[in-house]
């Protein structure tokens, strides 16, 4: 396995079936083509306390857990990963999201896997170029592997 971590190698996938374990079992991914960019980032919040017993002494502990991922695309025409993801927002819906370092049929290939509600949704149309589309979603269950490798 090559240790290279070059961005052009990245792929974003999507599935509306869900994913119904973290092994991504149940999900039918489908690939954003062509993917401009894709951001990922997980937060832990922090919850400082102060107790009798340990004198008062102020002490931090991991909180909450999220998760998000991002991402940009040029729209095609007929683009289904686009009516997807427009669809999933317009219902409330959740859906997979893979942000991985490769083809996602392909041993050893790495990133991170999980249901996702969409936040945002957008789409930036210039005069010239492509028209883009992109996206935000959220962690939405306790079906996700952020250390994931096929």
Known sequence: MSTERIGVNHKLYVSTSLMTDATGTGATWVEFLPTESTDSELTREEVTFKTRENGGLEVSAGGSFTATVSGSW?????????????NAIEAGSPVAIADVDGDIATAGTYGTIGNYSLSSVSSTKPVSGAV?????????????????TV
């Open 132 to 148: 883009t589309m992109s996206f935000s979603a959220k962690l939405s269950d306790t079906f996700y592997d952020m250390n994931y």
């Open 74 to 86: 040029v729209y095609l025409k007929g683009d289904a990963v686009q009516a997807a993801i427009i």
